[in-house]
């Protein structure tokens, strides 16, 4: 079967009310397979992304991601205009 959790705490932008997330953990579980994503906030513009991939047979793979963005204003975000990188970890 399926199942998904989800935790997560989120702050108000400096520079708007957009909620901007702090931590933010995702587990998705498909027998025999799961799934977990993690969000982590270093600065205002700077987070740590994880996504790991585990089987049932004891295998996993891990995907590590430093993402960085031009400025804080979540409010009027637009991927295209507001990434500024995304370093592999």
């Known amino acids: 079967m399926a199942s998904i959790d989800f935790t997560a705490s989120y702050s108000t932008s400096s520079t708007g ?13 498909f ?21 790991d991939l585990l089987s049932g047979t004891g295998c996993s793979t891990s995907f590590n ?6 400025n804080d204003d979540y409010n009027n975000f637009v991927l295209a205009n507001d990434l500024q990188s995304i370093q592999d970890k």
């Open 31 to 51: 027998n025999p397979h799961s799934y977990k994503f993690t969000i982590s906030q270093f600065s205002t513009t700077q987070f740590k992304v994880t996504a």
């Open 17 to 29: 009310n957009f909620p901007t997330p702090l931590s933010v953990v995702a587990n998705v579980y």
């Open 65 to 70: 991601a430093t993402i960085t963005f031009k």
